[in-house]
T-cell receptor
Framework: KAGVTQTPRYLIKTRGQQVTLSCSPI?????VSWYQQTPGQGLQFLFE???????NKGNFPGRFSGRQFSNSRSEMNVSTLELGDSALYLC?????????????FGEGSWLTVV | QKEVEQNSGPLSVPEGAIASLNCTYS??????FFWYRQYSGKSPELIMF????GDKEDGRFTAQLNKASQYVSLLIRDSQPSDSATYLC?????????FGAGTTVTVRA
């Protein structure tokens, strides 16, 4: 069974540019969430989608956005990149039961903003 | 107060010993609890998942949950050098995971 797949794995962008990251969840998983990991702030929740609807959003500026498609695949976008956006962006997928289901992470997308 | 707090590391244990990791959380409505292992430069890997009070064992790993005390722990028995990593405690409420800062474990041969 394939795991959570994220693309691209590594990318370098310039300040002011935008970036789109993609995530394909585990087959059958319809909940997809995104996290940012930095050395200073640790792992922080960005947003979560289920059936193409955003159900929860973390405390990030509006430059961070996402969406989910009908096949459960998800994308996140960061516009007007800042140096502080350099981070590991992680996608996670799970079945929708909030209590009983495990959450699996993909390998992540390493973003460097220069 | 942080939502999820883990015992500060780093934690160094000899090979074959038990490593004990602790985590407390602030939201009593938290629904399930996770332990992830993260090697340097890699993404978090799920080790244990627990949502009922008590103990849950999986191989050399045992997770313990005490909702009354808002406390969850992870025991690693017979620690191996390959267990050297950062261990992240995560707490789920609604559709969001809140993470602790992590505890770095080093198993010395």
């Amino acid at each position: 069974k394939a795991g959570v797949t994220q693309t691209p794995r590594y990318l370098i962008k310039t300040r002011g540019q935008q970036v789109t990251l993609s995530c394909s969840p585990i087959s059958g998983h319809r909940s997809v969430s995104w996290y940012q990991q930095t050395p200073g702030q640790g792992l922080q929740f960005l947003f979560e989608y289920f059936s193409e609807t955003q159900r929860n959003k973390g405390n990030f500026p509006g430059r961070f956005s996402g969406r989910q498609f009908s096949n459960s695949r998800s994308e996140m976008n960061v516009s007007t990149l800042e140096l502080g956006d350099s981070a590991l962006y992680l996608c996670a997928s799970s079945l929708p039961d909030r209590r009983r289901n495990t959450i699996y992470f993909g390998e992540g997308s390493w973003l460097t903003v220069v | 107060q942080k939502e999820v707090e883990q015992n500060s590391g780093p934690l160094s244990v000899p090979e074959g010993a038990i490593a004990s990791l602790n985590c407390t959380y602030s939201d009593r409505g938290s629904q399930s609890f996770f332990w992830y292992r993260q090697y340097s430069g890699k993404s978090p890997e799920l080790i244990m998942f627990i949502y009922s009070n008590g103990d849950k064992e999986d191989g050399r790993f045992t997770a313990q949950l005490n909702k009354a005390s808002q406390y969850v722990s992870l025991l690693i028995r017979d620690s191996q050098p390959s267990d050297s990593a950062t261990y992240l405690c995560a707490v789920r409420y609604d559709y969001k995971l809140s993470f602790g800062a992590g505890t770095t474990v080093t198993v010395r041969a």
